[in-house]
Nanobody
Framework: QVQLVESGGGLVQAGGSLSLSCAAS????????MGWYRQAPGKQRELVAT???????SYADSVKGRFTISRDIAKNTLDLQMNSLKTEDTGVYYC????????????????WGQGTQVTVSS
């Protein structure tokens, strides 16, 4: 089991910056991938960025060059630095952790935080 708690959301003007953080606890050593997802009103949850245990990162095309995902193993935190924010970045941002292991009849296990609101005004 993994517990995730996000922090750092808020209101910012377009062009501004925000930093999100996710504190992880529990079976942290078993985590294979961590990431950030977001969900805008009336839309499906979408992938923003991921980082693998080996450090490889990937980003949605819409945030490439503006967002940076990082993981502090010592502090058990996952961060997302968001720069040059746009109104379309508005949404609830969720921290995600994935464990690949066979148990309870499943191989992939996803854990989610409660989400933090990011609002970008024009």
């Amino acid at each position: 089991q993994v517990q995730l708690v996000e922090s750092g959301g808020g209101l910012v003007q377009a062009g501004g910056s925000l930093s999100l953080s996710c504190a992880a606890s529990g079976s942290i050593a078993s985590i294979n991938i961590m990431g950030w997802y977001r969900q805008a009103p009336g839309k499906q949850r979408e992938l923003v960025a991921t980082i693998e245990s080996a450090g490889y990162t990937s980003y949605a095309d819409s945030v490439k060059g503006r967002f940076t995902i990082s993981r502090d193993i010592a502090k058990n935190t996952l961060d997302l630095q968001m720069n040059s924010l746009k109104t379309e970045d508005t949404g609830v941002y969720y921290c995600n952790a994935v464990i690949y292991r066979w148990y309870s009849g499943s191989y992939r296990h996803d854990y989610w935080g409660q989400g933090t609101q990011v609002t970008v005004s024009s």
